[in-house]
């Protein structure tokens, strides 16, 4: 293993990733981030400085357990201070898994602005993975505004009488570009747009894919949208599903695969097609009411020009309603012989569901009634040294009204802001029961991607309609999958299981950052008096900032 450093400096450039000009946010110039690829136990340091000059900052490498590192997950008012304009903040943490991960901003709706980079994490040298490839190919995807974010964050924490919902994206991206007002699908899918015309080598010209004709390539494909579901396909060809979060999973062939905000996956793709001809990637989304442009590139096998456009149409994305077909493919992540399975008996259970509402004139989601707001000062700071009014204290509820109608517009008014933590005593074994119930509006709901921090969990099923007593007989004890994002689906449940072994102090969210934004999240914490080593610079802001300058006050 060996230790390896990187210096980001995040700032605003502009850029034209979908042919329009605007601000991103991005890495040393780089839109997405620089990659980092490395291995498993490797120590990774990061020296993070804010170049945005207007506002704070800090990453999360989603998806890395932080085990002994909690200070070093980068979750703004949880685990650290947000790292001001000119300041810089070192980052130091273990790989402890292989396989496909991202970093992201994670202050305000900086996932929105641009602010994330790859993570691929490989096996030690002379360590096999569970299926073979020749070469390997790294999708990023995600969605892309034209609204800056400033402008859709005020719009989204307004009075209602204020309030702007942020509507469509834009533009989808595969690895930072996009094509906004043209479509190279466009003489099949979108008559009303020109067919884009590109040289190849402008920042908004289609990443292609180049491959060889009769190899396997290992397709890892992470979605780092801020709000969009994404659907994938390739036309012609078919995708072995390998591995999930990091995890292996049990190979199952698809032509399509769904991909929630916050999920990665490996395909494996064999091209085994005619090499004469190119093949489109479609990369659509599953969203209600919406008319964003599918992101369209092609797959070329080094014979022809990269850019001539098929003669046949892109795969279609199915529809939003398409709600079984969607459960169907995330039924299908199972585990692979091997991974590590679930305990059979859990200490603790937490049903939690997530409801909108107006509350005194703002619109927010709460979770069983309590609209997440983050203190100003770091919990883990002021949990390790017990600052008493740092936030509340108490224990946030466990469930919610047994008769709750989970079709209708929520009754239950009494929702308030609040900033509790869920405590766990460590090595606890719990099982959380997200429920998804009807939006403010009559007849509405969404999907929930739902991402938790430090830890792995396994999916033990994927409900439908109102979780009851009963239902835990579908858990899958056998082979679940371990992730560390899961969807939950309209009017319906999802069900999973942790060890809280991790001491530290951990977001569960909805990774769609307006939701989150907006209240749809909770903290958990365990085992904090075990924590050690966190830098100062991490609680140089709030009380812990206070605490601080006592301390050296009295030296
Ligand atoms: Cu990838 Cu708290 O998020």
New binding site residues.
């Given amino acids: 293993a060996r230790v390896r450093h990187y210096k980001f400096d995040v700032e605003y450039f502009f850029k034209s990733v979908d042919c329009v000009d605007r601000l991103v946010m991005g890495i040393n110039g780089q839109f997405p981030g620089p990659t980092i690829r490395a291995e498993v136990g490797d120590t990774i340091h990061v020296a993070v400085t804010n170049k945005l000059s207007t506002e704070g900052t800090a990453i999360?490498w989603?998806g890395v357990r932080q085990y002994g590192t909690p200070w070093a997950d980068g979750?703004v008012y949880v685990t650290q201070c947000p790292i001001n304009p000119g300041e810089t903040f070192h980052y130091k943490f273990k790989l402890d898994k292989a396989g496909t991960f991202?970093y992201?901003g994670?202050n305000a709706l900086q996932?929105t602005g641009g602010l994330y980079g790859s993570i691929i994490v490989d096996l030690p040298k002379g360590e096999k993975e569970p299926f073979e490839y020749d070469d390997e190919i790294n999708l990023l995807l995600s969605d892309w505004w034209h609204k800056s974010i400033q402008e859709q964050e005020v719009g989204l924490t307004a009075h209602i009488e204020n309030f702007r919902w942020v509507w469509e994206a834009q533009s989808i991206l595969i690895n930072g570009r996009g094509q906004f007002g043209c479509s190279l699908g466009a003489n099949f899918i979108n008559h009303t747009l020109p067919v884009c015309q590109f040289k190849g080598d402008e920042d908004c010209a289609p990443y292609i894919l180049s491959v060889l004709p009769n190899k396997t390539y290992r397709v890892r494909i992470t979605s780092a949208t801020s709000l969009l579901s994404l659907n994938l396909a390739i036309s012609d060809h078919k995708m072995v599903v390998v591995e999930s979060d990091g995890h292996y999973v049990e190979p199952f062939t698809v032509d399509k695969i769904d991909i929630y905000?916050?999920e990665s996956y490996s395909v494996l793709l064999t091209t085994d097609q005619n090499p004469n001809q190119n093949y489109w990637i479609s990369v659509g989304h599953r969203d209600d009411n919406v008319s964003t442009t599918p992101a369209l590139t092609l797959l070329n096998y080094n014979k022809i020009p990269t850019l001539d456009l098929p003669s046949f149409p892109p795969p279609i994305t199915p529809p939003w309603f398409d709600v079984e077909e969607r459960k169907i493919f995330s039924r299908k992540v199972l585990a692979l012989k091997g991974v590590p399975q679930p305990p059979k008996y859990s200490h603790r259970w937490i049903n939690l569901i997530g409801m909108q509402d107006i509350i005194d004139g703002y619109l927010k989601w709460s979770m069983n009634g309590i609209i997440l707001e983050l203190p100003t000062t770091p919990y883990l700071g002021s949990m390790k040294f017990n600052i008493k009014n740092a936030f509340d204290w108490q224990d946030p509820p466990e469930n919610y009204p047994e008769d709750y109608d989970i079709y209708n517009p929520t009754t239950y008014h009494n929702s308030t802001v609040s900033n509790m933590v869920y405590k766990f005593e460590m090595n606890q074994v719990v099982d959380v029961i997200l429920q998804n119930c009807n939006s403010y509006a009559l007849n509405s709901t969404g999907f929930h991607p739902w991402?938790l921090?430090g830890h792995d969990f396994w999916v033990l099923a994927y409900g439908d309609g109102k979780f009851k007593d009963g239902d835990e007989k579908l858990f899958n004890l056998e082979n679940p999958p371990l992730k560390n994002?899961v969807v939950v689906f309209p009017y319906s449940w999802t069900a999973i299981r942790f060890r809280a072994d991790n001491p530290g102090v951990w977001?569960f969210?909805c990774?769609m950052e307006p939701h989150?934004h907006t209240g749809m999240?909770v903290v958990f914490a365990e085992g904090v008096q075990y924590v050690n080593g966190i830098p100062e610079q991490a609680l140089a802001c709030g009380l812990t900032a206070e605490m601080l300058m006592n301390k050296g006050n009295s030296q």
């Fill in positions: 999360h989603h979750t991202y992201h994670h996932i905000s916050g991402h921090h994002s977001l969210h990774h989150f999240g």
